[in-house]
């Protein structure tokens, strides 16, 4: 694998508050790496700062080598694709050219879109299962179906790196399952590098290669989930007993929780 995205020595917040300190990461090509650790730990700031939502205090950001401030934004917005926590929308339009507003960093200054543009936007609905969603208004939908259709829409800007925020915390298990097989065969299908946050580690240690472990801003444990989710670093982070077992039928890590009253 090579390097697709270095992040060296990155420190950053918001105003005079420091959530993420002096974190260093890289991301190879071919990658599908989790982000997981308690709330506040720094996982959504250390993708809102790889993906130029948030300017760093300190550090780099290197995305194929070039400091990811001095890429043009159509240019880096066809390399990488961000979908966010907060899927709250403000407008109406349809579903369908919601998603085709994927399409923006493929076209030329007032280029309307063309066939392929349409038909890229079609695949991605296709994939996320909300083709039948096309003619609704985004504004109508559930959050489910609404966490959907951000994800078709980070898809047809066919970036190379996607980045997503929880992408499984609107759907039912069905949906979530079906979203991250879907992002899971994209990644070895089509080689889409994969850089998440998740909450469910169990999720994280069936879908992800890597693992990051993440606590008070700072990289507590990075590894395979083997290495990353024993019961130790479970408990050290998250403050909670754990019992941590292999899936019978994947035997990857499983984390079984403990009630505190029984």
């Known amino acids: 694998m090579n390097e697709l995205m270095r992040i060296s020595g990155v420190t ?10 002096d974190v260093s990461l890289t991301v ?52 990488l694709a961000f979908v966010s926590q907060d899927i709250a929308v403000h407008f109406s339009m349809s579903v369908f050219e919601f998603v085709l507003m994927g399409r923006i960093p493929h076209m030329k200054r007032l280029q309307f879109e063309t066939k392929r543009d349409r038909a890229i936007a079609n695949e991605a609905l296709v994939l996320t299962d ?10 109508e939908l559930s959050s489910g179906e609404r966490q959907r259709v951000f994800v078709a829409k980070a898809l047809a800007q066919e970036p190379s790196l996607l980045l997503l925020d929880e992408p499984t915390s609107h759907l039912d298990i069905g949906h979530q399952i079906q979203i991250l097989d879907l992002l899971k065969k994209l990644n070895r299908d089509k080689g889409l590098t994969t850089l998440m946050v998740l909450h469910d580690l169990n999720l994280a240690a069936e879908y992800c290669n890597r693992i990051v472990l993440m606590d008070k801003g ?18 050290a982070v998250y403050q909670t ?10 035997k990857k890590p499983y984390v079984i929780l403990v009630p505190g009253v029984q």
């Open 12 to 21: 950053g917040g918001y105003f005079k508050n420091t959530v993420v300190k």
């Open 28 to 79: 190879e090509k071919g990658d599908f790496i989790g982000l997981i650790g308690p709330n506040g730990s720094g996982k959504t700031t250390l993708l809102r700062l790889a993906s130029r939502v948030l300017i760093p205090q300190a550090g780099t950001v290197m995305l194929e080598g070039e400091n990811i401030f001095q890429k043009d934004l159509k240019s880096f917005c066809r390399r």
């Open 130 to 139: 909300t083709l039948n969603l096309k003619d609704t208004m985004i504004d």
């Open 218 to 235: 700072s990289i507590f444990k990075e590894g395979v989930p083997d290495d990353v989710l024993t019961y130790q670093h479970v408990e």
């Open 241 to 250: 007993v754990v019992v941590v077992q292999k899936n019978p039928i994947t």
